[in-house]
């Protein structure tokens, strides 16, 4: 089975543009979780998708956002781009009922 | 709500040494539990999990995790380490009753194998 992609994996925006970032699950999982990973704030989760709706949000703010289409593919959107968005963002798929995820390579985002 | 902590930021070992790499949580419900790798400009990959039954668990690469619920802990062990496992390891939690995809991480441990 392909593992989950996502695209692009390098992206290099100004502050006060929007970002979309896109990811597509492995094969049959319908849950995709989204993660910000930055060197001082580690990795942190940022909202869950399962069946088109926002299962969980993370404590980001309303300019994060996402959507889930109905083959499970997932965009995250960041508007008004800070320098701090600056990241490694990371998606992950996993099947319903079964907590291990798997990620994919992940998009770094550079705004400057 | 549940919290990662692992004890050391970097841990550096001569190849073919014993490592381990701690972990402790925090959480007032049950919780399943997991380690990740992250090698440099990629994803993370799956080591190995506790759901439940034995406190033990095999990964992969040669990887073995132990669960002790007494002390809240979940320390990743290997017997003889390569060149090859230098990279960045993630533990990470999640509510065993909850039924969305939210992990919790550590803040991670930089393993450097030393030839």
């Known amino acids: 089975k392909a593992g989950v992609t996502q695209t692009p994996r390098y992206l290099i925006k100004t502050r006060g543009q929007q970002v979309t970032l896109s990811c597509s699950p492995i094969s049959g999982h319908r849950s995709v979780s989204w993660y910000q990973q930055t060197p001082g704030q580690g990795l942190q989760f940022l909202f869950e998708y399962f069946s088109e709706t926002q299962r969980n949000k993370g404590n980001f703010p309303g300019r994060f956002s996402g959507r889930q289409f109905s083959n499970s593919r997932s965009e995250m959107n960041v508007s008004t781009l800070e320098l701090g968005d600056s990241a490694l963002y990371l998606c992950a798929s996993s099947l319903e009922g079964l907590h291990e995820q798997y990620f994919g390579p992940g998009t770094r985002l550079t705004v400057t | 709500a549940q919290s990662v902590t692992q004890l050391d930021s970097q841990v550096p070992v001569f190849e073919e040494a014993p490592v381990e790499l701690r972990c402790n949580y925090s959480s007032s419900v049950s919780v399943y539990l997991f380690w990740y790798v992250q090698y440099p400009n990629q994803g993370l990959q799956l080591l190995l999990k506790?759901?439940?039954?034995?406190?033990l668990v095999k990964g992969i690469n040669g990887f073995e995790a132990e669960f002790n619920k007494s002390q809240t802990s979940f320390h990743l062990r290997k017997p003889s380490v390569h060149i090859s496992d230098t990279a960045e390891y993630f533990c990470a939690v999640s509510a065993s009753s909850s039924n969305t995809g939210k992990l919790i991480f550590g803040q991670g441990t930089t393993l450097q194998v030393k030839p």
């Open positions: 506790y759901l439940s039954g034995s406190t």
